[in-house]
Every structure is written in structure tokens, then in C-alpha cells.
């Protein structure tokens, strides 16, 4: 329901299927029957200027909303909300494990199923605010925001990797248990008159998990002895002061600044206390990060417009280093410490040229630092400039038309790449250069028009197009190759008369990223082998999405609308085998299609009250083989119906007054 001000609704709905993906955020899940109640309620008394608000949205079902708030125009302000976040999982895990929803799990030893066990989260979210307008130009807003956080979500326990007593590729389903407060409070002090505008204030954030450790009982042996128990995610805080604003130096220039500095910390103790000499019994984590920002904006001449902005942020870890591992093996348990500084600046420049013609140029500059860690099992360099170009050309090529064409143009290179070592200073594997690393060099070309043949008919045209490519690593032909981007949309609407309205849009996206890679290595060489196969990747995402809608009013009494939204989203892989070697197991295709059609009608009984009927039909699809024939170690399977459908109908009653 969309109730105006001043409006109450209530409303029976009726879901004639189950659909666990139609449901996952409001709880509309399972068949059945679910009531709604919707209220806007908004006064004011004239003598005091005092606003009074109480708003309830979807009261009934699981996703509510509750919020109630007062407001004197120039003097105070305060409001109380409470929300509810669901996510029902769509995949329903068919399981014989015990203890879901709780940090202590039983894993039963031989593989079992007893029933599905539907599992999700809910967060409840109560918010406090106040405003008060105190002497001169100054207010203060203090916000204050506690969510509580409980569930569990899908997890697992187990390894890839080679690990002695373990069988490679030994998985049990392991559910976390989610069961945290997440605290948030902002105060700031307001400044405004007519030049400067400033703020000033503190944000901070508190996260308490009740569960420090997720304790198995059962399962695999050889599992058992290595991840039991799993820590979770740790307490944390982090406290922020900042001061922003802007300045009009004159009217045609105008400057804006920020500056902030925040410390985060991780001080919870450590579920196993280790055992090695001088660690210490928690992480003592702590990053300091510092912002600094600067902008301005000017129009010096009549046609001319500037545009000039810096920015530094530097992310200290602060962390203290230990051995936390066994010396001997490949890392030696050291934890990482990663710092990051990050500098960009960029200026514009925009004219006005004769007949209609506006032309935009600039450039821009990011480079990022990263520290240095002494083992290394990936490669690494420790900087990375980008430096981009832009230029745009715009035009009102009549009153009814206008267009716009953009190129972008980025080249990223930076420091020599540095050699990747494991413990005793042995060489590391220094064939891929991460994607995040690689030079790049990019190119992207825009074009919009807006087009408004008739004062009813309006349509709008985008087309955006961007291409990487990416420089591999000494030579080796390894890694990221290529990427693009491509979106093509239309967007019309057309008014046949005042009382009947219509919409259509229609896009078409896909993105692509080609890569290469081989399976393991001989003294750092990748061969054409048997052993080392050279293999490629070819990722393509396409999405192909429509959508209409129509509004009607056929006389005083009736309101009709309808909508319709279809989406199809294919992912591809495409693997194939560039040397001679073992064969490529190539991953299956996924296809995903999303039908949903809406339709409305109301009827007013009287000028204030009325009924009013939705319908909705959505169909969800999917060939995703993802978890189709996965099976846990224990037995466990996550269950999903491909193709789900759901009729939903609604009936419910509107009052509005005065």
C-alpha cells in the first residue's frame, strides 16, 4: 500500500505459492494468508508551528517500519523509529546437523539427513534523533542507532588445500550463529549563514558479537582436530572526528574542504591463547586513518567554468607484528599489517562555444601506496599512478533535443613489481600480476540525448562503453588480458491525456574479463605440460531488462495502474585449453530469469475512503548447478526450487481525512 498524508490502510493478502526468493526480504514467503496495516498521520498546530508525525509502513509483516516524530519550524526536533530487516535464505538446507542458530554445532560422523532446516537473519533497528536550533546561526543533531542482529547464515568448515591428514576438498556444513549489537552515534554542531557553512562532529560505532567461537561437536576426525573451534567475527569500535564545509569566496567562486580523523581497534581476546613466547593473548589491532580534502569552483567569465579538487587519505595500521605460526613452513604466521595512502586530485575546465556547444576538459590523477610485507605469497608492487584524460562535448541542438558525448581515457602503471618470498628467502610463484596491480590502460566513450518531440512524449537514449587492457607480468602471458563494459538503454513516456499515463524502458548490458592461467608450476615456469596445462577464461555477463507501466484514472472514482519488469541474466565462462595438457573441465552456463507483473485498481466509496485490489505475479527461474549436486562431508544439501512462482492478491481499505 502507498498511503498519502494523513491516511490509514488495512488489508488482507493472500500468497497462492510458496516463493523463497519473492519472500526473502518481507517474509512473504510460504502459502498462506497475511494481514497489513499502513498509517501516515500528520498535524500541525498553527498556534506553535509544531509538526506531529506517526508513520507505520507493512505492520503485519516481517520487513516493518514504526516511526514517530515532532518538529517546532526554527526552534526543535526529535523522532523515535524502530525497523525490522529480514533476509530469509532462498536456499533451504536439508540437514542432519544440530544446534543451527547456536555456537554449539553436532556434526553427525556418517552422512545424514533428517529434514530442511530453513535458516536467515532479522535485524531490528531502534533510532533516537534530536535537533535543536540554538543561539544565532548554529544547530546541533544528535543521532543514536542500536540494531540487534540474530540468525545464522551458511557456512562451512574444511579445506582445498593440501593439508596432512585432511582428504583434499572435505567440506561440513557448519552454519554461523549470528547474534550481535551494532551501535552508531553521531553528534555534530551546524553553522550556517550566508558564505560559510560548516559542520562539526563525531561518528562512532560499536560491535559486540555474543559468540566469540563457533565449538563442533562430531564430524570428521581430521577436521575436527584442525577447525574446531572456529573464532567468529570479533568486538570492534571505531571513533571519527570530522569538519567539513564550504565557502563562498564571491558569488561566482565557491570552495569546500574536509578534514577527519578516525581510529578503529580490535582488542577482543583470542579464542585459543597462544602459546608462543611474547604473543600476546589478542590481535591489538588498531588503524588510524587521517582525510584531508580540498575543492573549488568558479565561473571566472560568463561561458567559463572551473573546477579543481584534491584529496588525501592514509589508512596507518598500527598493528603490532608477531610470529603466530610454526617456523619451517612456507609463511611463517606473521600477521599482516597493510597501510594504505591514497592521493588524487583532478581539475575541469567547461566553455561555452557558439552555436549551442559546450565543451568539457580535464584530468585527473590517483596514485595509491601500499606497504611492504617481508613474505610475500602474491605479487606485489608498492605503488600505483593512474593518470585519466576527459573531454565532453555537449549541445541543445534544439529546443527539443540535446546531446552529449564523452571520452574518458586511464593509464595505470606503477612501481617495479617486487619479488615474492616465502620464509628462508625463497622465491614465491611472480607470474600474476593481480588485477588491482597490472597496468591497465582504459577507455570509455558515453553518449546520452534527451529527446522531447511532443510537450506528452519524452525520450532518453544512453550508451556507455568502456575497454581495458591489461599488461601481464615479465613476459609470462599469464593473468588478466582484457575486460569491457557495454550499456545500451532506452527510457520513453508518453501522456495520452491527463488522466492516462505510460512508460517503457528497455537496457542491455554485458560485461567480459579475459584471463589466462595454468595449473601449478615448475621451478616458477609454466610449461605446456601435462603437469602445467596453460588454460584460458573468457567471462561474459550479459542482462537483458525490460520493463512498461500505465496509470489511469477513467473518472472520479476509479484508479487503475499496471507494471511489468522482465529480466535475464546469463554468465559464462567459456574454458578452454591454450597448450597442449590435461583437458579443461568447463563450468556450465547460469541463466537467471525474473518475470514480475503488478497490477492495481482502487475504488473510492466516499471522497475520503475506498478499496483497493493488488495483484502480483513473479516468477523466478534459474539453471544455477552451483549447489544443485553439492553434498557436504555430513550429508548436508542446500535445497532450492529452479523455478518458483508466486500469485499474491491483496485487499485492503483506505481511509484519509483531514
Request: aromatic share 12%; charged share 20%.
Amino acid at each position: 500500500m502507498h498511503l498519502e498524508a494523513n491516511a490509514l490502510g488495512a488489508g488482507l493478502g493472500y500468497a497462492a505459492n510458496d516463493g523463497p526468493r519473492f519472500g526473502e526480504y518481507n517474509g512473504i514467503n510460504r502459502k498462506g494468508t497475511y494481514g497489513i496495516f499502513d498509517l501516515n498521520a500528520v498535524t500541525r498546530d498553527e498556534e506553535t508551528g509544531t509538526w506531529t508525525r506517526l508513520f507505520g509502513r507493512n505492520i503485519g509483516l516481517e520487513d516493518i517500519q514504526l516511526r514517530a516524530e515532532q518538529q517546532r519550524q526554527g526552534d526543535w526536533g526529535y523522532f523515535i523509529e524502530f525497523s525490522r530487516i529480514p533476509r530469509f535464505d532462498p536456499l533451504t538446507p536439508a540437514t542432519g546437523v544440530g544446534g543451527i542458530g547456536t555456537n554449539n554445532l553436532t556434526v553427525p560422523s556418517t552422512p545424514t539427513t533428517n529434514g530442511n532446516f530453513p535458516i536467515g537473519t532479522r535485524r531490528d533497528a531502534l533510532s533516537l534523533g534530536f535537533d535543536k536550533f540554538i543561539y544565532g546561526n548554529w544547530d546541533v543533531q544528535v543521532r543514536f542507532k542500536n540494531e540487534e542482529k540474530e540468525g545464522a547464515r551458511i557456512f562451512g568448515r574444511g579445506t582445498t588445500s593440501t593439508v596432512p591428514n585432511i582428504p583434499f576438498g572435505q567440506f561440513e556444513f557448519t552454519p554461523e550463529p549470528i547474534n550481535s549489537t551494532t551501535q552508531q552515534l553521531e553528534a555534530k554542531l551546524n553553522y550556517t549563514d550566508t558564505r560559510l557553512q560548516m559542520t562539526g562532529g563525531y561518528y562512532g560505532t560499536l560491535y559486540d558479537n555474543r559468540n566469540s567461537a563457533l565449538n563442533i561437536n562430531g564430524g570428521l576426525a581430521a577436521l575436527a582436530s584442525e577447525f574446531n573451534p572456529i573464532a567468529l567475527p570479533p568486538d570492534n569500535q571505531s571513533h571519527q572526528l570530522y569538519l567539513t564545509g564550504g565557502y563562498g569566496f564571491t558569488s561566482t567562486t565557491r570552495g569546500n574542504f574536509k578534514v577527519a580523523y578516525a581510529k578503529q581497534t580490535q582488542d577482543n581476546p583470542f579464542i585459543n591463547v597462544p602459546v608462543l613466547t611474547g604473543v600476546p593473548s589478542n590481535l591489538q589491532g588498531r588503524v588510524d586513518t587521517t582525510l584531508v580534502q580540498a575543492g573549488v569552483t568558479s565561473r571566472p567569465m560568463p561561458k567559463l567554468n572551473l573546477l579543481a579538487d584534491f584529496r588525501y587519505e592514509n589508512r596507518d595500521d598500527k598493528t603490532p607484528q608477531y610470529v603466530y605460526g610454526t617456523p619451517g613452513s612456507t609463511t611463517d604466521g606473521t600477521n599482516d599489517v597493510r597501510s594504505v595512502k591514497r592521493t588524487s586530485a583532478k581539475v575541469e575546465a567547461s566553455y561555452a562555444l557558439p552555436a549551442s556547444f559546450r565543451v568539457t576538459g580535464g584530468i585527473g590523477w590517483d596514485q595509491i601506496w601500499r606497504n611492504t610485507a617481508p613474505i610475500r605469497i602474491v605479487s606485489y608492487r608498492e605503488t600505483t599512478d593512474e593518470l585519466s584524460y576527459k573531454l565532453e562535448l555537449r549541445r541543445m541542438m534544439s529546443e527539443t533535443l540535446t546531446g552529449a558525448i564523452t571520452y574518458i581515457h586511464s593509464d595505470r602503471d606503477g612501481s617495479p613489481f617486487q619479488q615474492t618470498v616465502v620464509t628462508g628467502g625463497a622465491p614465491g610463484s611472480n607470474l600474476i600480476a593481480p588485477i588491482n596491480l597490472a597496468d591497465r590502460k582504459r577507455d570509455k566513450v558515453r553518449l546520452s540525448s534527451t529527446w522531447m518531440p511532443t510537450e506528452p512524449l519524452s525520450i532518453q537514449f544512453f550508451v556507455d562503453n568502456a575497454w581495458d587492457s591489461y599488461s601481464d607480468r615479465d613476459g609470462s602471458g599469464l593473468g588478466v588480458r582484457k575486460g569491457s563494459y557495454q550499456n545500451y538503454s532506452v527510457d520513453a513516456s508518453y501522456a495520452f491525456t491527463s488522466s492516462l499515463q505510460a512508460n517503457a524502458w528497455y537496457s542491455f548490458n554485458t560485461t567480459s574479463l579475459d584471463q589466462a592461467s595454468c595449473e601449478g608450476t615448475t621451478n616458477n615456469v609454466c610449461t605446456s605440460s601435462t603437469t602445467n596445462p596453460i588454460w584460458s577464461v573468457a567471462i561474459r555477463s550479459y542482462s537483458n531488462n525490460l520493463g512498461a507501466g500505465v496509470r489511469g484514472k477513467p473518472n472520479e472514482k476509479i484508479d487503475v495502474g499496471a507494471d511489468l519488469s522482465y529480466s535475464e541474466i546469463t554468465d559464462k565462462h567459456n574454458q578452454q585449453a591454450i597448450t597442449a595438457g590435461a583437458p579443461i573441465d568447463s563450468i556450465p552456463n547460469i541463466t537467471t530469469k525474473l518475470t514480475r507483473i503488478t497490477v492495481y485498481g482502487k475504488y473510492a466509496l466516499e471522497k475520503n475512503s475506498g478499496i483497493r485490489l493488488d495483484y502480483v505475479y513473479d516468477r523466478y527461474s534459474s539453471d544455477d548447478w552451483t549447489w544443485q549436486t553439492w553434498i557436504y562431508a555430513d550429508g548436508t544439501r542446500l535445497v532450492e526450487n529452479p523455478v518458483q512462482k508466486v500469485n499474491f492478491f491483496l485487499v485492503s481499505y483506505y481511509y484519509r481525512w483531514r
